[in-house]
């Protein structure tokens, strides 16, 4: 259980240390850099101090002004160094900060990478050309039904000269009955209902006539009676 435990903790342990490796990096330079900024102020304020020394006694005792200068001297060298050194500690942190952004976005294009495999997964050019040709293939049955369903529609309409015919028909016979009924076309009828059987048929007409004849002949028929 023991050595169980110690290698799940070694395992986990280098993980979150290097995890956290750059994060600690930043950290422990930003720190540093904030202490150099410190004693640069420190330096800063000693400088001056020895430069008020020396110019307070530059005429009355020259020594101790010039040994003012020389310690101002000092601080000034190791001012000097500071700036540099915080220089450096600058430039190494702007050096992790663009080289953990470096990694963030290679990781991120890599997550990227693996989630566009996923999604395409068995996807091929061949697989995408056969769909295409399936999806025109079903434009065209699509294309071939409604044009079935519109010439069936077509089929079904109404003849309207089969209707012109048949409207010349009642014409006709509602034409004959009146003449069975009076023995003659009146004048109104002749008017109104003649030109509008122009294609009447040659039946209605031979039986029109027969019936004038008849009735011609029952006329004849009663004058010899009287």
Do not use: C, F, Y
């Amino acid at each position: 259980m023991a050595s169980g435990w110690g290698i799940g903790s070694l395992w986990g342990g280098n993980a979150a240390k290097k995890k956290d490796t750059t994060k600690n990096a930043i950290l422990g330079l930003r720190s540093t850099l904030d202490m150099l900024s410190k004693r640069e102020k420190h330096l800063q304020n000693q400088m001056d101090e020895q430069d008020a020394i020396a110019r307070k006694n530059v005429s009355t005792n020259k020594g101790l002004a010039k040994a003012a200068l020389r310690r101002k001297k000092a601080h000034e060298q190791a001012l000097e160094q500071t700036s540099a050194q915080m220089m450096t500690l600058e430039k190494e942190i702007s050096s992790i900060e663009s080289a953990n952004i470096n990694k963030e976005t290679l990781d991120a294009m890599a997550n990227a990478s693996k989630a566009m495999k996923t999604i395409h997964g068995g996807l091929t050019v061949d697989t995408v050309d056969q769909v295409m040709e399936d999806l025109r293939e079903q434009h065209a049955v699509g294309d071939e039904i409604a044009e079935a369903l519109a010439q069936g529609a077509t089929s079904n309409a109404i003849d309207e000269d089969e209707l012109d015919e048949e409207l010349a028909e009642l014409q006709q016979e509602q034409l004959d009955e009146k003449m069975l009924k009076t023995g003659s076309v009146p004048i109104s009828d002749q008017i109104q209902r003649v030109p509008n059987v122009p294609n009447a048929p040659i039946r209605g007409r031979a039986v029109a006539e027969e019936e004038d004849e008849e009735e011609e002949l029952r006329k004849l028929q009663a004058e010899m009676a009287m």
